[in-house]
């Protein structure tokens, strides 16, 4: 029926409202199963602002329960990716009852680094587009991505030190060194030195480096192939799995790893799956492929 919403099966059963992306610092260009999310300041290098911040919280916590959403693929707006926080947005003025910059400071701190949890909270992959700079925050947020696509522009640097603060925040201390090793997270971080996309791929940063106008396309083709080649609750679980190793003992890892085949063995999608493997079926799966697709969630 024309102009009828369709609810899922999780709105369905649990009420949740219908999932809708509008907001005043954040594009979120729905591609099907893959949302393209571009921070969308580009007058201000994209900057983070209170209300970018907010409508990227916002977005993440609202996405990971959207059945529809399988891959997601962060980009900014213009010429750079994140230029880490909008200073015109800070109170230069000291406060004068003692412990108000404290907690104005936490309060900050929090709204900043709450993008990283809700970014790793997150069930869908989420691949960075990045092109520009990721300075400060941005590096943060560059690290906090699942997969690295850079435009050859790309410039990534803890602008922290330069302002007088420590070299990380917002998880930037916690994946970088998981990434590259400690010793190039710590050079990147104790000297605040722009790294460029080339030598970002030689550290293992960058999973490509392509040409700037491609940088989100090229993302979208990597989304578009774990939609492809993986079911819905197996891409979810992977991540998940991927995110808690890098935490894991090796027995507690190999616990969930199996917890979680045991999960996705449990659904149509795997059934299918091994069918479509069945040399038998063979002719069927040729005449029929729609028979042996992976569902939706």
């Not at 091994?274 to 029929?288: C, F, G, S």
Request: hydrophobic share 40%; proline share 3%; glycine share 8%.
């Amino acid at each position: 029926m024309e102009g009828e919403v369709r609810m899922s099966v999780y709105q369905e059963a649990y009420k949740l409202p219908e999932f809708k992306y509008e907001y005043e610092r954040l594009k979120v260009d729905v591609r099907g199963p893959i949302h393209v999310v571009s921070f969308d300041d580009a007058a201000n290098l994209n900057a983070m602002s209170y209300q970018q911040m907010a409508d990227f919280n916002d977005y993440l916590k609202k996405v990971r329960m959207d059945p529809e959403c399988r891959v997601i693929v962060l980009t900014g707006e213009g010429k750079s990716f994140c230029a880490g926080f909008n200073l015109n947005e800070l109170n230069f003025e000291p406060p004068a009852d003692m412990g108000r910059a404290q907690r104005d400071h936490c309060i900050m701190q929090t709204i900043c680094s709450d993008q990283a949890v809700n970014m790793r909270n997150a069930m869908q992959p989420i691949i960075g587009a990045l092109k520009g700079h990721a300075v400060g925050g941005g590096l943060s947020l560059a690290c906090a991505c699942d997969l690295r696509v850079c435009g050859e522009s790309f410039k990534m640097q803890a602008g922290y030190l330069n302002i007088g603060l420590t070299g990380t925040d917002m998880s930037g201390s916690y994946y970088l060194p998981r990434i590259v090793g400690y010793a190039r997270a710590a050079e990147a971080l104790m000297t605040a030195r722009r790294i460029g996309a080339e030598e970002l791929k030689e550290w293992g940063f960058a999973n490509k480096v392509v040409a700037d106008e491609d940088v989100v396309e090229e993302a979208v083709k990597m989304a578009e192939a774990m939609v492809k080649n993986s079911a819905p609750l197996g891409l979810r679980l992977t991540k998940e799995s991927l995110q808690v190793s890098l935490d894991n003992s090796f027995e507690s890892q190999i616990k969930m790893e199996n917890r979680n085949q045991v999960l996705a063995s449990q659904t149509e999608d795997n059934r299918r799956g091994v069918r479509k493997m069945n040399p038998k079926l063979r002719d069927e799966v040729k005449a029929h492929p729609e028979n042996f697709a992976f569902s939706n969630m």
